[in-house]
């Protein structure tokens, strides 16, 4: 694609990398087969290829109207476009550009920012998350259907395992998975403790920055990631294996640090070993496979029929395919096949607040996937998708939706 950048971006970090970004989409129209929006609405303009052109304008100097905001908001950054494309377009990281461009230039009205903001400020913040759960699940019997199906129910952490071992990692508490679903991170840490490696978590740890990333506020953003960067640096000193993280959103975040700050003079090196270090709870425990087999050879036969929904930010985003599904299998539970896995679930961070028409319709059908091949239980990697789906879930089937790891711990400790 020819470019042309206007003066006032051209020569920028941004700049530059946008139009590196633009100069390798040959206009294919791959990616129009597996945009989810493109698949409901079918305008172009909520395709990967639209709204590149939309943001190919903006990024040239035309003028910027509240209809190119709309379509890229519409935009669910499930990153699909980027596993479909052949000329390997980083359409995310275009994306982050753009919507950063076009919010300063058109802005927005007072309730989208109050929205907005009060979404950073109380997701953002495990203290005001916790508290407000707590009030939901006080209140939840007299909410409506729709509202009662977003509060899940409270899911016990269990038992913590003591720091015992040589090896260790670190590990992100993460924001609302912590009030969620306290029981995912209790469980990566037994199944690990169980393999030989010890977790360590970090208390002055904090939002991983992805809420803010695409909320715009990319300030926001690198001053949550410099903090983490602060807190995990004596640990990555005193010898830490990895950090591991078990939300794939928050993954894909905190495998992007060296990206997101390499103008950083003061955290670049460390942001780029941090992104180094990081590893997905299905890494984690797919290294440890010699350890794991063995467990496994003394564990009770048989295992439930399980539908794996992976995550946009497991299969495009951190681009693990398979690895979770290899982890089941091997547990001896019965993967059911789920169709078009490659589709979002239609959670994507805020997206299911903010757009939630669109994001119904695709709980609605990714439910039905999940459900076709009869399943006793559902399995994901993500705490958003988890919680998205459990709504769907549990107006139908109620079949049980647990994050992988708990599972596997629960297999392993038959």
Same mark, same amino acid.
């Given at each position: 694609?020819?470019?042309?950048?206007?003066?006032? #971006?051209?020569?920028?970090?941004?700049?530059?990398?946008?139009?590196?970004?633009?100069?390798?989409?040959?206009?294919?129209?791959? @990616?129009?087969?597996?945009?989810?929006?493109?698949?409901?609405?079918?305008?172009?303009?909520?395709?990967?290829?639209?709204? #590149?052109?939309?943001?190919?304008?903006?990024?040239?100097?035309?003028?910027?109207?509240?209809?190119?905001?709309?379509?890229?908001?519409? @935009?669910?950054?499930?990153?699909?476009?980027?596993?479909?494309?052949?000329?390997?377009?980083?359409?995310?990281?275009?994306?982050? #550009?753009?919507?950063?461009?076009?919010?300063?230039?058109?802005?927005?009205?007072?309730?989208?920012?109050?929205?907005?903001?009060?979404?950073?400020?109380?997701?953002?913040?495990?203290?005001?998350?916790?508290?407000?759960?707590?009030?939901?699940?006080?209140?939840?019997?007299?909410?409506?259907?729709?509202?009662?199906?977003?509060?899940?129910?409270?899911?016990?952490?269990?038992?913590?395992?003591?720091?015992?071992?040589?090896?260790?990692?670190?590990?992100?508490?993460?924001?609302?998975?912590?009030?969620?679903?306290?029981?995912?991170?209790?469980?990566?840490?037994?199944?690990?403790?169980?393999?030989?490696?010890?977790?360590?978590?970090?208390?002055?740890?904090?939002? @991983?920055?992805?809420?803010?990333?695409?909320?715009?506020?990319?300030?926001?953003?690198?001053?949550?990631?410099?903090?983490?960067?602060?807190?995990?640096?004596?640990?990555?000193?005193?010898?830490?294996?990895?950090?591991?993280?078990?939300?794939?959103?928050?993954?894909?975040?905190?495998?992007?640090?060296?990206?997101?700050?390499?103008?950083?003079?003061?955290?670049?090196?460390?942001?780029?070993?941090?992104?180094?270090?990081? @590893?997905?709870?299905?890494?984690?425990?797919?290294?440890?496979?010699?350890?794991?087999?063995?467990?496994?050879?003394?564990?009770?036969?048989?295992?439930?029929?399980?539908?794996?929904?992976?995550?946009?930010?497991?299969?495009?985003?951190?681009?693990?395919?398979?690895?979770?599904?290899?982890?089941?299998?091997?547990?001896?539970?019965?993967?059911?096949?789920?169709?078009?896995?490659?589709?979002?679930?239609?959670?994507?961070?805020?997206?299911?607040?903010?757009?939630?028409?669109?994001?119904?319709?695709?709980?609605?059908?990714?439910?039905?996937?999940?459900?076709?091949?009869?399943?006793?239980?559902?399995?994901?990697?993500?705490?958003?998708?988890?919680?998205? #789906?459990?709504?769907?879930?549990?107006?139908?089937?109620?079949?049980?939706?647990?994050?992988?790891?708990?599972?596997?711990?629960?297999?392993?400790?038959?």
């Amino acid at each position: 694609m020819q470019t042309n950048l206007a003066d006032w #971006i051209k020569d920028t970090p941004d700049g530059q990398e946008a139009d590196a970004i633009l100069r390798k989409c040959v206009h294919c129209g791959f @990616c129009l087969a597996t945009c989810p929006t493109y698949q409901l609405t079918g305008d172009e303009l909520d395709s990967p290829r639209g709204r #590149i052109y939309l943001m190919k304008q903006v990024l040239e100097g035309a003028a910027v109207t509240e209809k190119t905001q709309f379509h890229l908001d519409r @935009c669910l950054t499930c990153r699909a476009c980027e596993s479909t494309c052949p000329s390997g377009v980083q359409y995310g990281r275009l994306a982050d #550009i753009g919507r950063s461009v076009v919010e300063t230039k058109v802005g927005r009205g007072l309730g989208a920012s109050l929205q907005r903001g009060l979404l950073k400020r109380t997701l953002s913040s495990p203290t005001l998350f916790s508290a407000g759960l707590t009030v939901g699940r006080a209140f939840r019997p007299l909410l409506p259907a729709a509202l009662k199906a977003k509060i899940p129910a409270e899911r016990a952490a269990g038992t913590q395992p003591s720091l015992r071992h040589a090896r260790h990692v670190l590990m992100l508490e993460g924001c609302v998975q912590p009030a969620m679903a306290p029981s995912i991170n209790a469980a990566i840490a037994r199944v690990l403790d169980r393999l030989g490696v010890s977790v360590v978590t970090s208390l002055e740890a904090g939002c @991983c920055g992805a809420l803010a990333h695409h909320l715009n506020d990319h300030a926001a953003s690198h001053a949550a990631i410099r903090k983490n960067i602060d807190a995990w640096w004596p640990h990555i000193d005193a010898g830490a294996e990895a950090i591991v993280v078990t939300a794939s959103g928050c993954g894909t975040m905190v495998a992007d640090y060296g990206h997101v700050l390499r103008n950083d003079v003061a955290y670049a090196e460390k942001a780029k070993r941090v992104s180094e270090l990081f @590893c997905d709870a299905s890494t984690a425990v797919a290294r440890e496979r010699e350890a794991l087999h063995r467990l496994l050879a003394t564990a009770p036969t048989g295992g439930k029929r399980i539908a794996f929904h992976s995550p946009c930010s497991l299969q495009h985003g951190l681009k693990i395919r398979g690895v979770v599904e290899e982890l089941l299998t091997a547990a001896g539970f019965d993967l059911t096949p789920v169709p078009d896995g490659h589709l979002c679930c239609g959670s994507a961070g805020t997206y299911s607040i903010l757009q939630p028409e669109l994001s119904g319709q695709l709980l609605k059908n990714k439910v039905a996937a999940l459900e076709s091949g009869q399943p006793e239980g559902v399995a994901t990697a993500n705490i958003g998708c988890l919680a998205h #789906i459990e709504g769907g879930l549990n107006a139908s089937s109620k079949v049980p939706i647990r994050h992988w790891v708990e599972w596997l711990d629960e297999r392993l400790n038959r």
